[in-house]
Each structure stands twice: as C-alpha cells, then as structure tokens.
C-alpha cells in the first residue's frame, strides 16, 4: 500500500519565493523517481530516491511512508519503523501509516508495540476485518487468549466463511481453556468446511489434551490429506510420532514443517531433541537457537540450548539460558539440575548444590502431589 497523503504547504516570502519553486521541484522529480521504482519492484532504486527527497522535505509523510514502505519490500522491517514514527508525528493518528506500522511490528513479532496501533484502527473503523484480525493474532502472540478471542469473534462476525480466523479463534479458545467456545468454534468450522484441515486439527489438538493418542493422530493424518501445506500439521504429527517414541516419523514430519515454516519453534526445539538424543549437540544448538528466535519464552529451547551448550564444553553460555526457563517456569526440575551442573563445572560448588537441591525438592513434591491424586481418585471410585 503506498502512501497518500501530500506533505504540507508552508507560505513562503517573496525573497525565498526563488528558492523554494527548485526545491519544490526537485522533490516533485524525485518522489516521482520512488513511486516509479516502487511500481516496478526495483525497491533499492525507490529507497534511493525517497532518501534524497527527503533530505529536501524532511516532514512529508507521503515520503516518510513510501521510504519506509521501500525497506519493507527489502526485507529491512526494523530500519523502517523509525520513518513510520516520524510520519506519525508529522500528523498523529494518520490511518495509513498507523497501519503501516503496526504491519511492520507485527511482522517483526512485537506484539505489544502492533496491538494499541491496530485496536485504535479497529475503534475507528469497526469494519475493518484486518484491524480485528491482526489485534486478536498480537494478542494471541503474548498470550492474552481471552482478549485475542474478543477480537478474532469481532473479525469472525465481518468475515464468517474466513477460515483461519476461526481456527486461530479456536485456538485462543483451547489456550485459554474455554472448551465450549472450543465446541462452538469446530462447529462453524464443519459447517463450512467439514473436511478443512482447520477442523480436522482442532478436532486432534482436542483429542490429544484428553490422552486420545491413535485418534489425535488420525485426524491430523487426515488434516494432512485435505491440506499438506498448513501451517502445523506436519509438525503436529510429528509432536503425536515424539510422544510415541517414534522417532524416525517424527523427525521426518518436523523436517516437512520446516520446508513451509522455517521458523516453527517447535519443529525446530523438537529436532534439537532428537540431535541431543544423536549426541550432536552443535546442531541441536542450532535448532534450539532458532527456536528461541521464533519464540523468547519457549522454555523447552531455552533448556536444551543450556543442555547443548554443556554438552558443548561451554558451561558459562548455559547459564543465561537456564537461568530464563527457571523464571518462565520456577518448578522446571530439569533446569535447576541442568543448571547445577553448569554450575559444579565452572567451580561454583555451593550455588550448583543449591540448584540440585531445588530440583530434587521439586520433584519430591510432583511426585508426593501424584500419588495424593491417584490416591483420592482410588477413595472416591465406586466400588
């Protein structure tokens, strides 16, 4: 989308009169150099172009916008958020390059920079099905299920026959545990689509939370079948083939994800299990470390980024990583273990005790938490 708006006009005296008709002039010729190269894709040409008309209009925000929009075509999202802020300030509130923006954060998976730019397009315009759609996937992305699922519903009501909405707005249901938002969802989606491959995921992510294994399996084979090429279906067969220790299968699925989806974490955190699994620690660092990229807080690749590292003889880098899957998740018993090690090998005795202790402790009490389970379960069974 290129920009439209027109940069302001300012009134000049009669003795700078002169001067500014070659400006004006000049920054007519090469705005319209960018727009023309924009059009025919040459974007380092159109870059080029807006950078020396803008160096003569520094506040125009049809400039700022295009300029921007030509580093995006680049692949250089982040070099091109600053021109989107300064076209903002030029004129506040301006529904394209707030647009702009948010596409370029979201794209750049900050969340929580893209949610208040697209809720405040949604406030605008109540019909804008992009605004609500991309609101609800950015809050989704932080893991506000309950407000994504607000959002996807109000995208949903503009768009009811869009597919993916609905089975993002299903996902945000079972994240957030709502199974009867869950149970709606699928419902919808069979009336469209009986056979889509958004049904037949949801229906085996829902199987697989209630243990039903052979019948997860079975439809993500047949989502599989209705289309090979959405995202998190290979590697959803592949998560079913890892947890039945069939390992082979599962690599090869992971290896289908990521031939669509480079950066799906979990393909990427899987198969750096199965590198450790191999004693190939550099490639599981690789994987894991990619992983990471795709996802901060993905306390599996974080821990076994720390695991690679040790197997790696670099104890000191496991630390940082270790240290951030215990915040995500205090009660990580393999983490506070595999940090104890890190620890005893760089000489740091008294601090690796004490993470073998917490790990230890935490364990003791999963385990003492299970047995009370099974047992109140046993007492409270019919005979």
């Known amino acids: 989308m290129l920009a439209t708006a027109s940069a302001a006009a300012f009134p000049a005296t009669q003795a700078g009169a002169a001067q500014q008709a070659p400006t004006n002039s000049k920054v007519a010729e090469?705005?319209?150099?960018?727009?023309?190269?924009?059009?025919?894709?040459?974007?380092?040409?159109?870059?080029?172009?807006?950078?020396?008309?803008?160096?003569?209009?520094?506040n125009s925000i049809e400039i700022l916008n295009n300029l921007a929009i030509?580093?995006?075509?680049?692949?250089?999202?982040?070099?091109?958020?600053?021109?989107?802020?300064?076209a903002l300030a030029v004129k506040p509130g301006d529904a394209t390059t707030t647009r702009n923006l948010a596409l370029a954060y979201f794209k750049l998976q900050k969340y929580g920079s893209a949610v208040p730019l697209f809720e405040a397009l949604s406030r605008r315009d109540p019909s804008d099905f992009q605004a609500a759609?991309?609101?609800?996937?950015?809050?989704?992305?932080?893991?506000?299920?309950?407000?994504?699922?607000?959002?996807?519903e109000r995208a949903n009501r503009l768009q009811p026959s869009d597919l993916p909405t609905l089975y993002m707005l299903g996902q945000a249901y079972l994240r957030g545990a709502n199974y009867k938002g869950v149970t709606d969802v699928f419902g919808r989606i069979m009336a469209i689509d009986p056979n889509s491959a958004e049904a037949h995921v949801m229906m085996g992510t829902a199987y697989d939370k209630t243990f039903q294994v052979q019948k997860a399996l079975e439809e993500y084979q047949a989502a599989e079948r209705a289309n090979p090429d959405f995202p998190s279906v290979?590697?959803?067969?592949?998560?079913?083939?890892?947890?039945?220790?069939?390992?082979d299968q599962a690599e090869a699925e992971f290896r289908e994800e990521l031939k669509r989806f480079p950066a799906d974490a979990v393909s990427n955190c899987l198969l750096g299990q199965i590198a450790l699994r191999r004693d190939d620690p550099a490639a599981a660092l690789t994987l894991f470390q990619a992983a990471i990229a795709a996802n901060p807080n993905y306390k599996e690749a974080l821990f076994g980024a720390g695991k690679a590292e040790i197997k790696l003889g670099e104890p000191a880098k496991a630390l940082g990583p270790l240290r951030k899957a215990i915040q995500i998740d205090p009660d990580y018993a393999e983490a506070h273990y595999q940090l104890g090690t890190a620890l005893a090998k760089l000489?740091?005795?008294?601090?690796?005790?004490?993470?073998?202790?917490?790990?230890?402790?935490?364990?003791?009490?999963?385990?003492?938490?299970?047995?009370?389970?099974?047992?109140?379960?046993?007492?409270?069974?019919?005979?």
């Open 234 to 247: 290979h590697s959803g067969l592949g998560l079913l083939y890892w947890k039945g220790d069939q390992v």
């Open 30 to 58: 090469l705005r319209a150099q960018g727009s023309g190269a924009l059009e025919s894709g040459d974007n380092q040409a159109a870059e080029e172009a807006f950078r020396r008309a803008l160096s003569f209009a520094p």
């Open 347 to 383: 000489g740091r005795t008294v601090e690796a005790e004490k993470e073998r202790g917490i790990s230890l402790a935490i364990q003791t009490k999963q385990q003492a938490d299970y047995t009370k389970k099974l047992t109140t379960k046993s007492a409270s069974s019919p005979e």
């Open 70 to 86: 030509s580093l995006v075509k680049q692949g250089k999202v982040a070099d091109a958020i600053p021109f989107y802020r300064r």
């Open 133 to 152: 759609d991309l609101a609800g996937l950015s809050l989704f992305g932080l893991d506000r299920y309950g407000e994504a699922a607000n959002y996807l």
